[in-house]
């Protein structure tokens, strides 16, 4: 990577880290299959905020959902049989997740219920759904990775509109992971992890995709994960395997790079706080969010809708 103008490099400072109460000290099938039998007592994941300002995060290994208020104080909001990863808000109290055991999953974060949403396509079961994104017509685009990678780029991105059709827009993915839009919408970046790089997806007015490309390239052991946007249009890249977060201008340089502490896997990010100017990035092996004011906040999430109702123009 040659880049004319060195980056300014950023240290991601420590929010919250989860209270040892919610610490499993036990083994999972998650573990096993991820992180190579690893004791692993959480692994956070799927960062959004409320309208009160209040952070949730998914816990992949133990089907749970916490809450975190302004102040890093956690609750537990769910807990059931399943494998929860990327969230997002489709009304005020009702998360959407992508749930790699279930498919996509809601939960209402009042009482904690969790009811399915969509579980299966023709009866086949996903590979393993992992995040999503939503626009402003409250279409869902999430992805299906599974075990997928350069052994087998079989890793899908799908489109479910409000109607209940369900689009399948690429089938060729080497691990698609986070997903964010454009500001205006019009085009999805995707993080391919196993590719180590960032795929551009034009969504072309009669709903296909056409002359994706592969727009940024990282390195490393782990490539890109969570996804975010800001105003500027500048995309935002959590890299695991290198601690980062990339900030990204329109030809994808890297303009910033937020440093996590040594060892930190900096899984997934989401803009909250004030003017929603300050990143939040889920630490994932330690169990720490981290945050760092930034110079730019972070677009407007859309909601989605349920089955008749209207979708909701933006979240926090």
């Known amino acids: ?185 019009r085009l999805l970046y995707l993080a391919v992890t196993r590719g180590n790089c960032i795929w551009r997806v034009p969504l072309l007015p009669d709903g296909s995709v056409a002359k994706v490309s592969q727009f940024f390239t990282s390195y490393g052991p782990s490539g890109p994960d969570g996804l975010a946007v800001d105003t500027q249009g500048r995309l935002l890249v959590a890299n695991p395997g290198l601690g980062y977060v990339w900030v990204l201008n329109q030809r994808a340089e890297p303009v910033m790079v937020l440093r996590g502490p040594a060892g930190a896997s900096t899984t997934n990010i989401a803009f909250g706080g004030p003017d929603r100017a300050t990143l939040f990035v889920t630490d994932s092996t330690h169990g720490n969010v981290l945050k760092l004011v930034l110079d730019t906040p972070g677009v407007a999430l859309h909601r989605g809708s349920l089955p008749g109702q209207q979708a909701e123009n933006t979240d926090r």
């Open 1 to 185: 990577m040659y880049l004319l103008h060195s980056p300014q490099v950023l240290e991601l400072q420590t929010f919250t880290t989860m209270p040892g109460i919610f610490r499993r000290r036990e083994r999972s099938t998650w573990a096993d299959a991820n992180r190579g039998g690893q004791a692993t007592d959480s692994f956070l994941e799927g960062p959004v905020f409320d309208d009160a300002g209040n952070l949730y995060v998914s816990d992949i290994p133990f089907g749970r959902i916490f809450r975190i208020d302004a102040a890093g104080e956690w609750t537990q909001v769910a807990e059931y049989d399943g494998e929860p990863n990327g969230m997002k808000f489709i009304d005020a109290h009702t998360l959407l997740v992508t749930d790699y055991q279930n498919g996509l999953m809601r939960v209402d974060v009042r009482t904690g219920h969790v009811t399915p949403h969509l579980q299966r396509r023709n009866t086949e079961s996903f590979k393993g759904v992992n995040d999503l994104v939503l626009d402003a017509q409250g279409n869902i685009y999430f992805t299906d990775q599974g075990q997928s990678g350069l052994h087998d780029p079989s890793g899908r991105l799908y489109r479910l509109r409000p109607n209940g059709q369900l689009d399948l827009l690429l089938s060729n993915v080497p691990s698609p992971n986070g997903v964010a839009l454009s500001p205006d919408g």
